[in-house]
């Protein structure tokens, strides 16, 4: 099982960005996927996860509103929309696969890491 970011670069404040989280050995229509991202200095956390035990899609308060998942079967890829960003959403952003059943987005319940792709939002 290989997931793999992509999608970062620089971003204006206010601006929008997409990422990509990209499969392979496993069909990711099977998993739920956790988003994560990691600022310079500070500690990873979870940023959006499916498959909550309530059946819904866990969103940290920071990003409430801003982000979105959403997944392509067909590509077996799973995205991370992101709009009106601010200089605090800064951080490697990481995707993984939920290995056990919970809610929210502790890091515990997640593994198969893939490598991150870096967003800043920047003028």
């Known amino acids: 099982v290989q997931l793999q970011a992509s999608g970062g670069g620089l971003v204006q404040p206010g601006g929008s960005v997409r990422l990509s989280c990209a499969a392979s050995g496993v069909s990711l229509r099977r998993y739920s996927i956790g988003w994560f991202r990691q600022a310079p200095g500070k500690e990873r956390e979870g940023v959006s996860c499916t498959g909550n035990s309530d059946g819904g899609t866990y969103y940290a308060d920071s990003v409430k509103g801003r982000f979105t998942i959403s997944g392509d079967n067909a590509k077996n890829t799973v995205y991370l929309q992101m709009n009106s960003l601010k200089p605090e959403d800064t951080a490697v952003y990481y995707c993984?696969?939920?290995?056990?059943?919970?809610?929210?987005?502790?890091?515990?319940?997640?593994?198969?890491w893939g490598q991150g792709t870096l967003v800043t939002v920047s003028s």
């Open positions: 993984a696969i939920r290995l056990y059943p919970g809610s929210g987005c502790p890091m515990f319940d997640f593994g198969s």
